[in-house]
Every structure is written in structure tokens, then in C-alpha cells.
């Protein structure tokens, strides 16, 4: 019994010890796929990435992936697909992770219009939506327009990363200040006063500090009359770190003794507007950003993840559907409704009468409009972005299958 105690201990710590390790974090992929927007999200990582030989995940050439169509068709997996799909599984993490980081941090950092301030392709944002609708798309569209730009999401993994540390410099002054007035009898609420005066008027700041030192200088350092002057400048002078924290936040210029050149050293500003280019060009380089900025300018309600999920074919009716849409006999039996409906005079004929009469269509623009109008046709039966999202991967197969294009 007390082996077994000792056993059943050790085993609870080892699965509480696992549940911590990043393998263990991601959503499963079961998960994932019962979730109609990250199971959207999870099948565009499948096409804009793909698994080298080497097991590094980088940026795909084309955006048709085997796996993602073996996923939607319901085939066994291999256990090497198995594999990659764990692997793809951390990808959706990765990006969903620096979506809500990011949006998180311009939250504590200023806010969207701040943001804007520092950027002007954030900017651009907010004069076409405003404030509050751009933050919408933020926080519930950021990954999504991320994946589209793979080496974007990666860029601005790196600048909240060099923010985090700026801000962890930040907070690590801030303490040395907190410090040094409590060592020197100042309260906090005083110190904090004079550094909310120095942005304003720094002559006025620095006149209130000496005040504020020379007030709370101890009975013994008074009784040292003639070290008065000399103890409260070296006071202020510690208590000053005015120019420390410009630094962090604007960067600084400083001259490198082993390259002999100037070198500059961002601050929080330079990366926070980093964030907003990249932010602001992924949104207005890539088709879902625009159309979301269409449909905000246009006065239409940005669509939440709770209420978009009510929009949403599920995975399940979408593997059905990519099933349907890649079958001949199913495409062939749309494409014979369609053309009958299409042309008088063909709506008794037979299949490969039907067939025959299209083939003997001598405009071949009359014929490309046909094709583009049964394609429309099918898309309008469906909805949902994770269709949209679908049908990018289907009518090129759509093409072959029917009309070897």
C-alpha cells in the first residue's frame, strides 16, 4: 500500500508535469475540427504550409495539400501524416497565440489609435473603419488574414517578443525607482507625480523634485548642513530616470567603438509601430482582409466568433461537401441539371446529348461564361467562410474533372 501511494503520487505528478509542456497546450486536433472557425483556420495552415524532409515547416508554393484533402475525404492517415498533423496542430497554436498576444498588447500599450499615432499603415485602418471596428477585426480576424502571410505572422512573433523585453527593462527601472524613494523616505504617489510632469514641462518636474527630496530628507542628513546641496542633487540625480525610460520608449542613437559607426537602438515605439505595419498590410494585402474592410466600411457588422459560428457550415458538412465536389458522377449529374435549364430545346435531351450540344458551341466565350455561371451556381448553394475558404481548393479540380482544363 504505501508503495502504491508513493507510485500513485508519482504518476500525478508526472501527467500535471506534461500538462504543462507545450505538446500538451494545443487544442486536439478533434477539437480543432469540431470548432467551425478554427477548423477553417486549421485547413488554410494545411495549404499555405508545408513539412520538409528535414521536419521544418515553411511557407508552400502552392496551396493544394494532400493532407488536407485526405482530412476533408475521411481517408485513413499515415502514420507520417499522423505525425505532421501534430505538427500542424502547434502551427494553429502558434498563430492563434501571437493573435491574442498581439491584440492583448496593444490593448495595454495605448490602444488601437495609438497604434494608429505610430503607424501609418495601421492608420489606414482606422480611417476606413474607425476605432472601434478595427478593433473587431483584431481581435477576431487577425490569425485568420496572418496565415495568408506566413512570413508576416513570424515577423510579428519577433516584435511582441522585443516589446516584452523593452517592457520587462521598463518594469525592472520602475522597481530601482520604487526602491530608491522608499530608501529615501519619499512616498510613492509624490515620486509618481513628478514623472507625470516631466513629458509636460521637465523645467517644472525637476524644480518639484528637489522640493520633494529636500522635504523628506532624514533628521540625521539635516543635522549635515553643509552636505545639504550635495545629498539632494545625488538624490535627484538617482531618482531621474527620465532619459533611461525615453530610451526604452523612443530608441537612441550610439556610437559602436568595434564597428566605428552609429548604430541605432529601438525602443518600445519603433517596434509597436512595426506591429502596425505589419498589421495594417495584412489586412489590406490579403483578399479576406479587404473583403472584411469592405464590409465594414459599407456600414455591415463585423462578424464575432460566436455569431459567425452561426454562419459557418460545419467540418463535417464541409468533407461531405469537398466530397461531392470532387466526385465526376455528382459533378456530372450538377452540370447536366444546370445545362438544361441553361439552353431551350435541351431540357429533354439525354446526358451526353446535352454534352454534345455544349461541345458544338463554336464561341468559346459563350462556353467559359457557362462554365463560370455553373460554378456560380454550385457556390451559391453553399455558405459559410469555411466553404469560401473550400471552394478555393475545389474549382481548379472542378475544371479538370469536368472539362480536363
Known amino acids: 500500500m504505501v508503495i502504491e501511494s508513493f507510485k500513485g503520487q508519482h504518476q500525478q505528478k508526472k501527467i500535471e508535469e506534461y500538462k504543462k509542456t507545450a505538446e500538451a497546450t494545443p487544442s486536439t486536433v478533434e477539437e480543432i475540427l469540431k470548432d467551425k472557425s478554427s477548423a477553417e483556420l486549421f485547413l488554410k495552415i494545411l495549404s499555405r504550409y508545408e513539412i520538409g524532409k528535414d521536419g521544418q515547416m515553411t511557407a508552400r508554393e502552392t496551396g493544394d495539400n494532400p493532407l488536407a484533402q485526405k482530412i476533408l475525404k475521411g481517408e485513413t492517415l499515415e502514420e507520417n501524416e499522423l505525425n505532421q498533423l501534430i505538427e500542424y496542430q502547434k502551427k494553429i497554436k502558434e498563430i492563434t497565440d501571437s493573435s491574442k498576444e498581439t491584440f492583448d498588447l496593444i490593448k495595454k500599450e495605448g490602444g488601437v489609435e495609438y497604434l494608429a499615432s505610430l503607424s501609418p499603415e495601421f492608420s489606414k485602418i482606422i480611417q476606413l473603419v474607425g476605432p472601434a471596428k478595427a478593433s473587431q477585426l483584431l481581435e477576431n480576424y487577425l490569425a485568420s488574414v ?17 516589446v516584452n523585453e523593452k517592457r520587462q527593462e521598463l518594469k525592472e527601472l520602475d522597481q530601482e525607482i520604487t526602491k530608491l524613494a522608499k530608501q529615501y523616505g519619499i512616498p510613492e504617489e509624490e515620486i509618481k507625480k513628478f514623472y507625470e510632469l516631466a513629458p509636460i514641462n521637465y523645467t517644472e518636474a525637476w524644480r518639484y523634485l528637489k522640493q520633494v527630496v529636500d522635504k523628506h530628507r532624514s533628521w540625521f542628513d539635516k543635522i549635515l548642513l553643509w552636505r545639504k546641496n550635495e545629498i539632494i542633487e545625488e538624490r535627484m540625480i538617482k531618482l531621474n530616470k527620465v532619459n533611461d525610460i525615453k530610451k526604452l520608449l523612443e530608441g537612441t542613437v550610439r556610437f559602436n567603438t568595434e564597428s566605428r559607426k552609429l548604430e541605432k537602438i529601438n525602443g518600445i515605439n519603433q517596434y509597436i509601430e512595426e506591429i502596425g505595419k505589419i498589421i495594417g498590410s495584412a489586412f489590406l494585402e490579403t483578399n ?118
Do not use: C, H
Open 146 to 162: 496572418l496565415v495568408e502571410q506566413p512570413e508576416k505572422s513570424e515577423n510579428l512573433a519577433q516584435q511582441i517578443k522585443n
Open 288 to 405: 479576406e482582409g479587404r473583403e472584411l474592410l469592405i464590409k465594414a466600411v459599407g456600414g455591415k457588422e463585423i462578424p464575432t466568433e460566436k455569431s459567425k459560428e452561426a454562419l459557418e457550415i460545419s467540418f463535417q458538412e464541409a468533407g461531405k461537401e469537398y466530397q461531392n465536389l470532387t466526385n465526376k458522377e455528382y459533378l456530372e449529374e450538377e452540370w447536366y441539371k444546370f445545362l438544361k435549364q441553361a439552353r431551350k430545346g435541351w431540357e429533354s435531351m439525354t446526358y451526353e446529348q446535352v454534352k454534345n450540344e455544349f461541345d458544338k458551341i463554336e464561341n468559346q466565350q459563350e462556353k467559359e461564361n457557362l462554365k463560370s455561371q455553373f460554378k456560380e451556381s454550385l457556390k451559391k448553394k453553399r455558405k459559410g467562410s469555411l466553404f469560401n475558404f473550400l471552394w478555393s481548393l475545389l474549382e481548379n479540380k472542378i475544371n479538370t474533372i469536368l472539362w480536363n482544363q
